[in-house]
């Protein structure tokens, strides 16, 4: 039996829920509920926990209870109950260095500054887990400064434009996610990677 293990990233509680930060969170969501499966808390796990089977194989999906900063530590938890290989899991988080809806399938890699990742490497002590990272688009500039208004762009809400395109981003995603145990990785990172928002 095939074993895939997705954590999406994001923060926990209604106040953070439709924030770009989130986006690992919506994706994870609206596969689950695709499947009619549900997220429930599990303690010893750091997180919420949904499981359902894709043919033959069992997709386990994880949303941290910890907050972005403190990731690695719901991860950490959750590979040591399942006693996985890395390569069995996949993390998927928002990105503010990619344009809206451009996707990037990466095997490894630092943690380009995201919170979330830095907490995982940190608490892997490796940056060789696969992620899945989701385009925000870059910061809006602060009037009259010269630095960016980071903070108020990951965790402000969505907008309604923005979620037209994150929904083919959602829909794309999923696709490629239910064909993990049928197709080689490399399909699969070359489909996301070519993926283009604007095709009909």
Not at 37 to 53: A, H, I, V
Not at 137 to 160: A, M, Q
Request: a positive charge; charged letters at 25%; hydrophobic letters at 35%.
């Amino acid at each position: 039996m095939n074993e895939i293990y997705l954590i999406g990233l994001g923060n926990p509680g209604n106040k953070y829920s439709k924030s770009r930060h989130n986006i690992g969170f919506l994706l994870l969501e609206n596969l689950s509920k695709k499947y009619n499966s549900n997220f429930l808390l599990k303690d010893k796990l750091k997180s919420y926990c949904s499981e359902f089977q894709i043919n033959d194989s069992t997709f386990r999906l994880f949303l941290p209870n910890t907050f972005m900063n403190n990731s690695g530590d719901a991860v950490r938890a959750i590979v040591d109950w399942y006693k996985i290989n890395l390569d069995q899991i996949f993390i998927i988080v928002d990105d503010k260095d990619l344009p809206l809806g451009k996707i990037r399938f990466r095997s490894k890699g630092s943690s380009g500054g995201h919170n979330g990742l830095k907490s995982i490497i940190q608490q892997l002590q490796t940056q060789n887990f696969k992620r899945i990272r989701i385009g925000i688009g870059s910061p809006p500039l602060i009037e009259g400064k010269n630095n960016f208004n980071t903070i108020s762009h990951v965790l402000g809400n969505i907008s309604p434009e923005e979620q037209s395109i994150l929904d083919k981003v959602y829909m794309k995603v999923i696709e490629s996610l239910e064909k993990l145990n049928t197709k080689k990785e490399d399909y699969i990172i070359n489909e996301l990677n070519s993926f283009d928002k604007n095709q009909p």
